[in-house]
């Protein structure tokens, strides 16, 4: 049984798939989060630029995005002039975790990786990490 709560947590869940996102804003919200959504990768950028500093304590991306891909994604936000946006907690998703490359994610600037289904224990572990 998961007891990670996620009060007072603003996350911003970016993927492709319309099931998937309104699934990881169920599990999140079921847990005290509010959670954003976003299709496209451009979309969930220029969010995170016009939200208010701080707002989001951290974003979920689906690695494999039509357009740009998870990796382009991460660059894209760790390249942002903000303070709060280069050093955000970002989370790579991916459905496929047979032919993930760890080593990739690990030096795309991501804090952590996530195995579909999202589990909310574990991306609430990764949040509170010390960086």
């Known amino acids: 049984m998961c007891v990670a709560d996620f009060k007072g947590?603003?996350?911003?869940?970016?993927?492709?798939?319309?099931?998937?996102?309104?699934?990881?804003?169920?599990?999140?919200?079921?847990?005290?989060?509010?959670?954003?959504?976003?299709?496209?990768?451009?979309?969930a950028i220029e969010k995170l630029k016009m939200s208010a500093e701080n707002y989001y304590s951290a974003v979920l991306v689906d690695l494999e995005m039509p357009y740009k891909d998870g990796f382009e994604i991460i660059k894209e936000i760790r390249e942002l002039e903000r303070a709060d946006l280069k050093n955000i907690k970002i989370i790579i998703m991916s459905a496929d975790d047979v032919f993930v490359d760890h080593n990739k994610i690990e030096q795309s600037g991501a804090d952590g990786f996530l195995a579909k289904p999202v589990e909310a224990e574990t991306v609430y572990n990764i949040l509170n990490q010390k960086q």
């Not at 911003?12 to 959504?37: Q, Y």
């Open 9 to 43: 947590m603003n996350l911003l869940a970016v993927d492709d798939n319309i099931v998937n996102l309104e699934i990881t804003k169920a599990i999140f919200e079921a847990r005290n989060a509010k959670v954003d959504t976003e299709q496209i990768g451009d979309n």
